[in-house]
């Protein structure tokens, strides 16, 4: 089955929230698919992503789902996508190509790189982008504009397969970076999980009492805070070891600031604030 | 001098930034003032002021600005705000009002309080508006519509000072609240004071090579962290020790979440990210 590189017959997007669903407006509304098949469990969430334009027929059964998809797109929830792509493996045509959008790699990686039977090849991938607002109704055909999209080829994945991903992202709008599965996570242990766990804590630690006296400094610090509880369970736990040391990173970072603190060394603290205004001014608004 | 309510003859604000020139425009747009003098050290800065409406005069002569003014606010850096108030008290007509807009209250509270000499009145305050962006140039005149301002009386205050200040401060779109310098410090140093170390610390952990995989929660978690240092610097070391206290509340809560992650425990690090959830649904977006 020869794979089209801006262009797709069938798209199957398996698992239609925020990312699906933003995943299909954008291929529709920029007529990449003339298929897009979503496949899910909750044919009430589907059927909200089809009226949106996201879709042009669901199902939940993924073996109908699949059958005629180049390429299928798993965007379940961290915990289950090895078992979704290798149920998707087993029912796609072969030579077709699949990969997924989950925030953590190493461990999805590790269990499929090579180890799907059949005529099928895996690629991992993670679009950063998303908010604490998740579902179908949510989705965005902008939603991956300029955003950056992580891809995790091994030495196992064929070239093609690798460029027409990295040709279906940039067709929706996205910066594409390949790196190794471990670099990724290693990396979004710090920009990601580290200040989700943050958000949480000073979210946590906030009294019903103190609530009334935030302002748009707390907001924007707790904002993701707002997150689905189980989703960052997972993506936690299996990003679990690398989180403990960039979490290790910023407690060092936070005790010597503690120290500046009780030290009354103003200019230490004053050099430490002036350093992470210059890392933060380096990212732009 | 009669104090009027909801109209002034002459305001005069002394520091002439994003809060002192958005007073000017407040006042200036809701007809509350007929005279707002803007007092600086800086023309070039006074005249950005006075172009964009917010005053109707300037001087660089503090004597001069506050020779007419029945309010005086002060919006100097929160280092500087004791010494200024001293200096307004000296030259301002008798029975006027001084406030000022400093990010902490305690210590400015204690040197003012009962301690000018003449016949004017001090009464501390601080509006919860801002920005990581500073100078008049960012002034708005709706930067304090809906947002909590505090004032912190004390037993010496006089009801009717009180009074005038709640109704300057509603006139130009706030909600007031009234508590104790020490209830203020001690509740601001969780609510602002703490997230804005906690963003500069993450800001001041990622790598540059890491940079460039942060997406939207890493720029919302850090975008406080852009505020202007020396000012934070300021802020911080003049509610040291609250502040420390802030600290260690975040700190034994996150040993307790990286605990969870050691031991593998996703039940409480659920348990953990639902009550994070909730704490921040109740503030809204």
């Not at 990003?239 to 503690?258: H, I, T």
């Amino acid at each position: 089955m020869p794979r089209r590189r801006t262009t797709w017959d069938t798209v199957a997007i398996v698992g239609v929230g925020l990312i699906g669903g933003s995943i299909g407006l954008a291929l529709r509304e920029r007529r990449l698919a003339k298929h897009v098949v979503g496949v899910g469990r909750n044919t009430a969430r589907l059927a909200v992503a089809k009226r949106r334009g996201a879709l042009t027929s669901t199902t939940t059964q993924l073996s109908r789902g699949v059958a005629d998809a180049q390429l299928t797109v798993v965007c379940t929830p961290v915990a289950r996508i090895v078992a979704d792509v290798r149920a998707v493996a087993d029912v796609c045509p072969a030579g077709a190509l699949i990969t997924d959008v989950g925030s953590t790699k190493q461990e999805i990686v590790a269990a499929l790189d090579g180890r799907l039977d059949r005529e099928v090849q895996f690629v991992g991938g993670h679009p950063l982008a998303g908010s604490e607002k998740t579902g179908a109704a949510q989705a965005r055909a902008d939603l991956f504009d300029g955003r950056v999209v992580v891809l995790t080829p091994t030495r196992r994945s064929g070239r093609e397969d690798v460029e027409a991903l990295s040709s279906f992202w940039s067709a929706i709008g996205a910066q594409v970076r390949t790196m190794s599965a471990d670099a990724h996570d290693r990396v979004l242990a710090v920009t990601s999980h580290l200040p989700h766990v943050l958000a949480a804590v000073l979210s946590s630690v906030v009294r019903c009492d103190e609530l009334p006296l935030t302002a748009t400094g707390w907001a924007d610090t707790t904002r993701i805070a707002a997150g689905d509880p189980e989703m960052w369970t997972q993506i936690l736990s299996s990003n679990r070891g690398r989180v403990v040391q960039a979490l290790a990173r910023f407690q060092e970072r936070l005790d010597a600031v503690r120290k500046n603190l009780e030290d009354e060394d103003a200019a230490a603290l004053a050099r430490f604030l002036s350093q992470a205004k210059r890392n933060r001014d380096a990212l732009g608004s």
